[in-house]
């Protein structure tokens, strides 16, 4: 059975882009593969957060986690602080990265800026989601665009402590949507949705109420054309409004196109969030049920059990290889 490795970090609030490019993804690969699903709450302390609501925010991505359907029955789903096997894998590929690989990494470039008050952690940030997709023997792990560059980093490096050290690990393959691999911001369409964007105008949240989703997508920016078709560079706006609705709906791009031709934009922003609540309010009546339930801190001790039993196998196996063991 193959295996399948994927994380969301507990910090701002989980939005479409996050949900369309990964935890949509997660689902179906439950029932052909073993997967873990992690929340990655050591990447959140790269940049300074508040402690008490890290710990609330992990607790909401778990409770997220369940209420999308993934399943504690047939998934590994735990908190990766709780497993301090990532930690100290990280710091053994460390050792085999380089500086300049690390300083390409568009994500450090990004929030780091060359600043010399940016943390070392965020730094090597990309060492530890190397850590922990190698320390499960990972075959396929679905992500959303903007970690390509990540996951590329993680196969060089399992590759160079193969050839280095002997074969420790498998080389992991991403798995990439088409569509929704990329939800651009609704604010401004030339840039992924992010967690982190100052407007909350830039992003529907999962939690958001129906009519606060009708208002963001009423706020959309299109262009100053008016007709509906999908170009992502030259009409990102629009194109990007026809994505979230065709991955909400399982309508295709072309027949959304057809069906729209000689309407406004105006329609297709109603309509596109019309979908999204469809998909969000039951999702929301999951979610309330689930953190009511106290069953989330049971299912991440069991996760984290689990987790830590596969992993071990494989960090003993990096440090026998390096002499450490
Ligand atoms: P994070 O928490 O930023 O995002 C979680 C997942 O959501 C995807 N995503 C998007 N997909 C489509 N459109 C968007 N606008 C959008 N924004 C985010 C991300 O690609 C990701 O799949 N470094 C990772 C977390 C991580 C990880 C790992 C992932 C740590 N270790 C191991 C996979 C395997 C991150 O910050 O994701």
């Given at each position: 059975m193959k295996r399948v490795f994927s994380g969301i970090q507990p910090t701002g609030n989980i939005h479409l882009g996050n949900y369309i490019g990964a935890l949509k993804q997660f689902i179906p690969l439950q029932e052909e593969a073993e997967c873990f699903f992690c929340i990655v709450n050591l990447h959140a302390l790269t940049i300074p957060r508040d402690p008490e609501e890290l710990r609330q925010k992990t607790r909401k991505v778990a409770g997220l986690y369940l209420a999308v359907g993934l399943d504690p029955n047939k998934s590994t789903l735990f908190v990766q602080s709780h497993n301090p096997a990532h930690s100290e894998a990280a710091w053994l590929l460390q050792c085999v990265t380089r500086m300049g690989e690390l300083s390409r990494m568009t994500q450090y470039k990004d929030k780091g800026k060359g600043s010399d008050s940016a943390t070392a952690g965020l730094f090597s940030y990309p060492v530890l989601q190397a850590a922990d997709i190698l320390l499960y023997q990972t075959d396929i792990v679905p992500v959303g665009e903007d970690q390509k560059?990540?996951?590329?980093?993680?196969?060089?490096?399992?590759?160079?402590?193969?050839?280095?050290?002997?074969?420790?690990?498998?080389?992991?393959?991403?798995?990439?949507?088409?569509?929704?691999?990329?939800?651009?911001?609704?604010?401004?369409?030339?840039?992924?949705?992010?967690?982190?964007?100052?407007?909350?105008?830039?992003?529907?949240?999962?939690?958001?109420?129906?009519?606060?989703?009708?208002?963001?997508?009423?706020?959309?920016?299109?262009?100053?054309?008016?007709?509906?078709?999908?170009?992502?560079?030259?009409?990102?706006?629009?194109?990007?409004?026809?994505?979230?609705?065709?991955?909400?709906?399982?309508?295709?791009?072309?027949?959304?196109?057809?069906?729209?031709?000689?309407?406004?934009?105006?329609?297709?922003?109603?309509?596109?969030?019309?979908?999204?609540?469809?998909?969000?309010?039951?999702?929301?009546?999951?979610?309330?049920?689930?953190?009511?339930?106290?069953?989330?801190?049971?299912?991440?001790?069991?996760?984290?059990?689990?987790?830590?039993?596969?992993?071990?196998?494989?960090?003993?196996?990096?440090?026998?290889?390096?002499?450490?063991?």
């Open positions: 560059q990540h996951l590329e980093l993680s196969r060089d490096l399992a590759q160079r402590f193969n050839g280095q050290y002997g074969d420790v690990f498998k080389v992991p393959e991403p798995k990439i949507g088409k569509t929704g691999a990329r939800i651009m911001g609704l604010d401004h369409p030339e840039k992924k949705m992010s967690k982190s964007a100052d407007s909350e105008y830039n992003r529907i949240e999962l939690l958001d109420e129906p009519d606060k989703i009708v208002k963001k997508f009423k706020r959309a920016v299109t262009d100053s054309e008016n007709e509906i078709y999908y170009d992502p560079e030259n009409k990102p706006g629009v194109s990007n409004l026809l994505a979230i609705y065709s991955e909400m709906s399982g309508e295709s791009i072309e027949s959304l196109v057809n069906r729209y031709q000689g309407k406004g934009y105006g329609h297709l922003k109603l309509d596109t969030a019309e979908a999204v609540i469809q998909v969000l309010k039951p999702l929301q009546e999951r979610y309330e049920k689930v953190m009511e339930s106290g069953e989330v801190e049971r299912i991440l001790s069991e996760g984290g059990q689990r987790a830590r039993e596969v992993s071990y196998q494989t960090l003993l196996n990096m440090q026998q290889a390096m002499g450490l063991a």
